[in-house]
């Protein structure tokens, strides 16, 4: 588990330095937020960056931010600094939900929000987690150009994101849509703290009436981060009681294909889906009502 | 320091002498060790599972700066001796492979060593090991136990002509009739008995872990041989086996297992193939080289054991009498390529130990072992017996069912009462109390109480459910079991060494792996001499130091190295009151003084005493004026063989919570009752236990080795071997029920080994017990929860 030869490594410590670093134009360079994943690829040849820009030292991207009806995460915040900030609202809860159960207590003190999110692993639990709060990413290139994509086009696919090879992504935005919104993430994996076999986020919005009108639902653990929209739909203009929820994740399992290997059956991971969904809904649900 | 009688420190939980340095990262470990000019190699293994090597290009290799050499099969096939060589083959029937350090010919498992490369750093050797290009041509891997013994089956040693390297019969004497005769009295039980159980219980391949992998670390002087670094727990046999292959003199032979061990658990007790080619590269490079296991190597190649199918029957009386036992167990041995173990003896001991602690008037107990294309099986803690104990815990509880019989009453009915006992296998148990040991488990249980909360619980539909189990373990492994087992000596063996003021230092030829064996010395040490803890050092692994030891295997410490030690210190104290009572003229010999406080004192009189440091002083520096037929110094080293084999004890019982909707569930306690016999430290003795429980639940339920159909191994790392983490663990209710060994000078037993045994069985009965509703019985581990879903599922749909 040693590297292939790396030629180069940089710890830029403001954007500028960054900046310059990157319009170079040089081919194999690895980004290297938090590390905890991308290090394991390095060291194990996977991947074989000739320069390595290390991002830790920049510490003008480790925030967390509110500003009226926004959230604005730093792309360095590690996962400890999301689990233990105040700043971070009821409704937008599934957050900590996530960063508290990464890992172990080392990757959570070192992982990043920004390094899960354009690593984007198949059986991540924050790049669910900002799907389904609808969060917006905020890049920059060497030249300065920003651009912001939202979460349903930032993830493509396991281990591929809309980031260009030389964008770094500065922080995550996240809309708050005030009163009666809340927000969820449950997973399951054999051990505690495990990657997830499944995993689901969910974020609601009830009107004055208590009727769902806004409904995002996201699974993780099967083929990366992806968004339930037949059961979001489904959701919408019910209570989202016990039978709704029990039928909006019957719709997930008819939508979604389930393999079995050592972790757990096809089978099983159907019922996973249904229990895990049903109850990530109701906490979420819980929540809009700030009843927990 | 903690409280203490008398200078006695046994029984006193005194903190880990080793622990300060391990705890602040002071250990210093084979990696640690450093040697200038010290090279690095690298294993280029092998990516299938059964091919042919048809060719190994190593020429771009080579070519990078900074690589010393590459070595493959065919070159070394004739400066090295093949494997099997005596020393490291038990006196076992068996069809011991053939094979070198270094794949010849063709690859037999995923994993396997078929090239060494060796550069001036490990950067350089990995570089090097990804241009060493081999052509395969694929076969057909032979992955199944039982396919692998049928007559179709591709073999995969060939020589041999069957992948069936052991088997054997362990009931009704040693001849085929009588064994024919004794299996058709069997039958006839069967036949007859009013209840009858019969099933299939599996247990898959998982195993132990230890934090540090192997290593090893070898210098070469011309004129003093091989000083080999190694991690492992049986340093003399190693400076064996490797002077026998390597053709080394023995004397030209040093092997250091250096101090500090990230733990053993049995997979650094054998001989490995990758420690005879890295000693064969620093003598021909004259030059150190070292070698240190990743983690990925490590899990798929060693730590994987269980792999066992045992067709179990079990015949009872409607009264709950055990009537006879027939068990044909089935193991997939892996590729059977590893010194002293050769993957069979764990099973073989896994069917001795079958038994268990009960009486059974009869029984009929076979085994076969079937060579497959995975790795070796390691030698794990609760050494082939985790399968064996999980299928009768099992099996039992089934039999109880049956009969309507609480699982605990039909226990408590058929153990041992009586010690000593010998086993239907031929076992023996030397002494104990094993109803003491479970009354102590059903006290703290408190079964009825237990059945009416589950009664309650089941009306709001909760399901909770009881568990126990048991398990005869070894304490040590008498030389009457070891030669025949391993062709090694059982003794125990320790030099302990006095030095002119009054210090003590021991000398063990076993290597420890993190029990805390300075710890347990000192104590013993201390009270022996009445004398600090502080005062005693213990010097382990080093063959050029210490006596000879089979190694740190089969609770071998708190048996048979604890009492060497102990007699050794008695045999100087004889020494010692003899130039006392001289000294002080007085007719007295040792039982007339005592050893307290740092001073020897005359009972008689206790105005006659000397310092403990003067009187030893004066042995070893002044030895004039002395006792007739005396010379000076105070050093003994003595040999502790038991007059029998020894055991332990222990049950368990554990309370869970099954999920219907999910299958998850929740142990809510685990509660223990152990005869360990005397207890040196506390501390460690608990520790030991912790440990092992948690060993057995992270193995009964979260890790398992995985092949997929062309024998790929896809669970070499943590990521996908999942073993338990503290949150996944319950709290653990220890309590003793001890009973002093009678073979041993202090009365101790050695424990932990086996430990993880009762395990899987107690919490696969809890499980089934609160699934009683639905009828459901689990016989096939890991218990997943992804299974017991299923099972309630086809129970209920």
């Given at each position: 588990m040693y590297p292939a030869p790396i030629e180069q490594y940089s710890r830029p410590s403001t954007l500028e330095e960054l900046y310059s670093l990157l319009d170079s134009n040089e081919e194999d360079i690895l980004v290297l937020a938090g590390g905890q994943s991308a290090m394991q690829a390095v060291k194990s040849r996977m991947l074989r960056p000739a320069h390595i820009i290390d991002l830790q030292a920049l510490s003008e991207l480790k925030f967390v931010t509110s500003e009226k009806d926004l959230l604005t995460v730093g792309a360095m915040t590690r996962y400890a600094d999301i689990v233990s900030s105040d700043s971070i609202p009821l409704e937008l809860m599934a957050l900590k939900d996530a960063a508290s159960r990464v890992g172990d207590r080392q990757v959570r003190n070192r992982g990043t929000i920004g390094g899960s999110l354009c690593w984007n692993y198949s059986a991540a639990c924050t790049p669910a987690t900002v799907l389904a709060l609808d969060g917006a990413m905020n890049l920059i290139s060497p030249d300065g150009s920003t651009r912001q994509v939202a979460a349903d086009d930032f993830f493509l696919g396991p281990l591929e994101t809309a980031r260009n090879e030389f964008e770094i992504l500065l922080s995550v935005d996240f809309k708050l849509r005030g009163s009666k919104s809340g927000s969820a993430y449950k997973k399951w994996g054999l051990v505690t703290d495990a990657l997830p076999v499944i995993g689901i986020a969910a974020c609601l919005h009830f009107d004055n009436a208590d009727c769902c009108d806004y409904a995002r639902i996201t699974l993780t653990g099967l083929s990366g981060a992806q968004r339930c929209l037949e059961a979001e739909a489904s959701l919408l203009s019910t209570s989202a009681n016990a039978e709704e929820i029990a039928e909006a994740m019957m719709i997930v399992c008819s939508k979604v294909s389930t393999y079995t290997d050592s972790m757990a059956t096809a089978d099983y991971r159907y019922q996973l889906i249904k229990t895990i969904g049903l109850e990530v809904i109701e906490i979420a649900k819980k929540r809009a009502f700030s009843l927990g | 320091m903690s409280q203490r009688k008398n200078d006695d420190w046994m029984g006193t939980p005194l903190p880990r002498k080793e622990d300060r340095r391990l705890l602040t990262g002071k250990g210093k470990y084979v990696s640690d060790i450093v040697i200038p000019g010290a090279l690095h190699a690298v294993f280029v293994r092998s990516e299938y599972a059964h091919a042919k090597i048809l060719s190994i290009d190593t020429s771009e290799a080579e070519e990078l700066a900074g690589i010393e050499r590459i070595y493959t099969g065919d070159q070394i096939k004739h400066l090295i001796k093949s494997m099997?060589?005596?020393?490291?083959?038990?006196?076992?029937?068996?069809?011991?492979?053939?094979?070198?350090?270094?794949?010849?010919?063709?690859?037999?498992?995923?994993?396997?060593?078929?090239?060494?490369?060796?550069?001036?750093?490990?950067?350089?050797?990995?570089?090097?090991?990804?241009?060493?290009?081999?052509?395969?041509?694929?076969?057909?891997?032979?992955?199944?136990?039982?396919?692998?013994?049928?007559?179709?089956?591709?073999?995969?040693h060939e020589k041999d002509g069957t992948n069936e390297i052991f088997s054997m019969t362990f009931t009704g004497g040693d001849t085929e009739a009588s064994q024919a005769e004794n299996a058709a009295e069997v039958e006839k039980i069967f036949q007859n008995a009013p209840i009858v159980v019969k099933d299939r219980f599996k247990t898959h391949r998982t195993g132990v872990t230890p934090m540090e992998p192997r290593a090893i670390l070898c210098d070469w002087d011309d004129s003093d041989g091989l000083l080999a670094y190694i991690t492992t727990q049986r340093?003399?046999?190693?400076?064996?086996?490797?002077?026998?292959?390597?053709?080394?003199?023995?004397?030209?032979?040093?092997?250091?297992?250096?101090?500090?061990?990230?733990?053993?658990?049995?997979?650094?007790?054998?001989?490995?193939?990758?420690?005879?080619?890295?000693?064969?590269?620093?003598?021909?490079?004259?030059?150190?080289?070292?070698?240190?296991?990743s983690r990925y190597e490590s899990l798929m190649n060693v730590g994987q054991e269980r792999d066992q199918i045992n067709d179990m029957e079990i015949a009872a009386d409607l009264e709950g009498n055990m009537l006879a036992l027939r068990n044909f167990g089935l193991a997939d041995n892996g590729v059977g390529t590893t010194g002293v173990y050769w993957g069979f003896v764990m099973p073989f001991l896994g069917a001795i130990e079958l038994p268990n602690g009960y009486k059974w008037p009869k029984a009929d107990i076979r085994l076969k072992v079937a060579t497959t294309n995975k790795a070796c099986l390691t030698p794990s803690r609760a050494f082939g017996h985790f399968p064996t104990r999980f299928a009768i815990e099992r099996c039992i509880d089934m039999v109880a069912h049956k009969i309507g019989m609480e699982p605990s009453t039909f226990r408590r009915k058929n153990l041992v009462a009586d010690l000593p006992y010998t086993s239907i296998t031929n076992e023996y148990f030397d002494s104990g109390d094993f109803l003491k040991v479970w009354d102590t488990l059903m006290e703290k249980a408190n079964l009825p109480d237990f059945r009416v909360q589950q009664k309650n619980a089941l009306s709001e539909k909760k399901y909770i459910g009881i568990g126990f189990g048991c398990g005869v373990e070894l304490s040590g492994v008498a030389s009457e079991l070891f030669v025949p087992m391993e062709n090694q000596p059982?003794?125990?063996?320790?030099?302990?060494?006095?030095?002119?003021?009054?210090?003590?230092?021991?000398?063990?030829?076993?290597?420890?792996?993190?029990?805390?064996?300075?710890?347990?010395?000192?104590?013993?040490?201390?009270?022996?001499?009445?004398?600090?803890?502080?005062?005693?050092?213990?010097?382990?692994?080093?063959?050029?130091?210490?006596?000879?030891?089979?190694?740190?295997?089969?609770?071998?410490?708190?048996?048979?190295?604890?009492?060497?030690?102990?007699?050794?210190?008695?045999?100087?104290?004889?020494?010692?009151?003899?130039?006392?009572?001289?000294?002080?003229?007085?007719?007295?010999?040792?039982?007339?003084?005592?050893?307290?406080?740092?001073?020897?004192?005359?009972?008689?009189?206790?105005?006659?005493?000397?310092?403990?440091?003067?009187?030893?002083?004066?042995?070893?520096?002044?030895?004039?004026?002395?006792?007739?037929?005396?010379?000076?110094?105070?050093?003994?080293?003595?040999?502790?063989?038991?007059?029998?084999?020894?055991?332990?004890?222990?049950?368990?019982?554990?309370?869970?919570?099954?999920?219907?909707?999910?299958?998850?569930?929740?142990?809510?306690?685990?509660?223990?009752?152990?005869?360990?016999?005397?207890?040196?430290?506390?501390?460690i003795v608990n520790g030991q236990m912790h440990g092992a429980i948690v060993q057995g639940i992270s193995n009964t339920v979260f890790e398992e080795f995985v092949y997929d159909e062309q024998g790929q191994q896809l669970t070499a790392d943590f990521e996908h071997y999942k073993m338990a983490n503290a949150a996944d663990v319950p709290n653990i209710d220890l309590n003793y029920a001890t009973t002093p060994c009678p073979h041993t000078p202090l009365g101790t037993r050695g424990i932990g080994e086996g430990r993880p045994s009762s395990v899987p069985g107690a919490l696969t009965n809890a499980v089934c017990d609160a699934l009683k509703p639905f009828g459901i019985e689990i016989t096939t581990l890991p218990l997943r929860p992804d299974a017991i879903w299923q099972k309630i599922q086809d129970a209920t749909q």
């Open positions: - | 099997p060589q005596p020393i490291v083959q038990p006196a076992l029937p068996a069809h011991y492979p053939t094979f070198w350090p270094l794949a010849v010919d063709k690859v037999t498992f995923h994993g396997e060593p078929v090239a060494l490369v060796v550069a001036r750093d490990k950067y350089v050797a990995e570089d090097a090991a990804e241009l060493v290009f081999v052509d395969y041509e694929e076969l057909k891997p032979v992955l199944d136990p039982e396919e692998a013994l049928k007559p179709e089956s591709a073999i995969i340093p003399h046999i190693d400076r064996l086996a490797l002077s026998d292959i390597l053709d080394i003199s023995a004397e030209k032979v040093q092997v250091i297992a250096p101090r500090d061990q990230g733990g053993g658990f049995g997979v650094k007790a054998p001989f490995y193939r990758e420690n005879i080619i890295i000693a064969h590269a620093a003598r021909d490079l004259k030059q150190p080289v070292r070698w240190v296991e059982g003794y125990g063996a320790a030099t302990v060494r006095l030095d002119p003021r009054g210090k003590v230092q021991v000398f063990g030829g076993d290597a420890p792996g993190g029990q805390g064996h300075e710890t347990t010395t000192a104590q013993v040490v201390a009270s022996e001499f009445g004398i600090s803890p502080e005062d005693v050092i213990i010097t382990t692994g080093n063959t050029g130091s210490t006596p000879f030891g089979s190694g740190s295997v089969g609770a071998r410490m708190g048996s048979y190295f604890i009492s060497a030690v102990a007699e050794a210190c008695r045999e100087l104290k004889t020494k010692i009151a003899k130039f006392l009572a001289h000294d002080l003229q007085l007719e007295a010999s040792v039982e007339h003084f005592e050893f307290k406080n740092g001073e020897v004192v005359y009972l008689g009189d206790d105005s006659q005493r000397s310092s403990f440091m003067s009187i030893v002083e004066r042995i070893i520096m002044f030895p004039i004026n002395m006792p007739e037929g005396e010379t000076g110094g105070l050093d003994a080293t003595t040999f502790f063989e038991a007059a029998k084999p020894m055991i332990c004890f222990n049950a368990d019982c554990c309370v869970v919570e099954v999920s219907l909707e999910t299958g998850d569930f929740k142990i809510l306690k685990w509660i223990t009752a152990e005869d360990v016999g005397n207890v040196i430290n506390p501390l």
